[in-house]
């Protein structure tokens, strides 16, 4: 069994005039980005110190006070845990990034109960209260980066990160035939294609949608090209390759369906400011081998 980095994590924060005269549970839902049901879990025990005395939200700070909270993790108990490899690609006590592999899925669902990425985490963290908090997601045949949260304020500020376009990923898929030009931009709006499916269409009436692309590789009609979407619309990369008449290799939904293959799509890296240090992150997950246009079934 893997080591666990914590099980708890702990806050500081030293108030300085821009949080003086301001409650604790104001700093909470400012600085820490804290919900009214998080901070409620913050109450239990000692959760919430000023200057090592735990005191109510209510309290006033004033300039050089010590705040302190510990997060205390309920655990996703509806999620079972399997005895799945992770390729881990860091860890520290507030991320963990993984490279998921192609068919699977990223949560359980009533039709792949077991056997997903999340199924895989709670094996690791067996034992631990851990909450299971994908920020962000991979379809059960795409592979690649998968950042998980592993506390609740890193969850929220990379989801703020994610909804500000200051999280970057850059993905690379293999597509039938080759886009032309060979680098370019598509910006084309994504509709639902109908009320209560997953498929997608481009429509006017839809939501901006833009992709930047490069081919990076071409081989016998196909090509390994390089993207990285400006926004995060479902399916956008599948449904912007197919919109220029490419579509990634074995997608069933916008392309043509190819037995026993997954679609070759892959998160190739991710760049971030790290929740907590503010640090620039770059995570990279190698290009599987399936990938390789050599190797791709005519």
């Known amino acids: 069994m893997n080591e666990v980095i914590a099980i708890f994590r702990n806050f500081e924060l030293k108030i300085n005039e821009e949080f003086s005269g301001k409650t604790i549970k104001t700093v909470l839902k400012i600085h820490f980005g804290l919900s009214e049901h998080m901070i409620t879990q913050l109450k239990k025990g ?10 109510f939200v209510t ?6 006070d010590l705040l302190k909270i510990t997060l205390f993790e309920e655990g996703s108990e509806n999620i079972l845990p399997d005895p799945v490899p992770l390729d881990i690609l ?8 993984v490279n998921k592999p192609g068919d699977m899925p990223t949560h359980p669902s009533i039709y792949h109960y077991r056997g997903t990425l999340a ?9 631990t209260p851990f909450t299971f908090r994908a920020v962000t997601r991979l379809d059960r045949d795409s592979s690649g980066v998968v950042i998980i949260a592993k506390n609740a304020i890193a969850a929220n500020r990379l ?9 970057i990923k850059e993905y690379v898929a293999v597509c039938v035939g080759i886009p032309y030009p060979e680098k370019g ?3 084309a709006p994504i509709h639902r294609e109908k009320e209560g499916i997953i498929k997608r269409c481009i429509d006017e009436k839809g939501k901006t949608a833009i992709s930047d692309y490069e081919v990076v590789e071409k081989s016998s009609g196909y090509s390994l090209v390089r993207l990285s979407p400006k926004t995060g619309r479902t399916h956008q990369l599948r449904l912007h390759l197919s919109h220029i008449g ?14 026993n293959e997954r679609i070759r799509l892959h998160c190739a890296k ?3 400011s790290h929740p907590i240090t503010g640090e620039k992150m770059e995570i990279s997950a190698p290009i599987p081998r399936d990938m390789n246009l050599e190797k791709i079934k005519k």
Do not use: H, W
């Not at 860890?91 to 990034?97: P, S, T, W």
């Not at 199924?119 to 034992?127: H, L, Q, S």
């Open 270 to 272: 991710t760049v971030f």
């Open 159 to 167: 989801s703020r990160q994610l909804q500000s376009g200051e999280f």
């Open 46 to 55: 000692d959760g919430i110190t000023v200057n090592g005395t735990k005191e």
């Open 246 to 259: 490419t579509p990634i290799f074995a997608d069933f939904l916008y392309g043509n369906d190819v037995e």
């Open 90 to 97: 860091f860890e520290d006590e507030d991320i963990l990034a």
């Open 119 to 127: 199924n895989a985490v709670m094996n690791y963290y067996m034992g």
């Open 59 to 64: 309290k006033v700070l004033k300039d050089g």
């Open 185 to 187: 931009r598509i910006d």
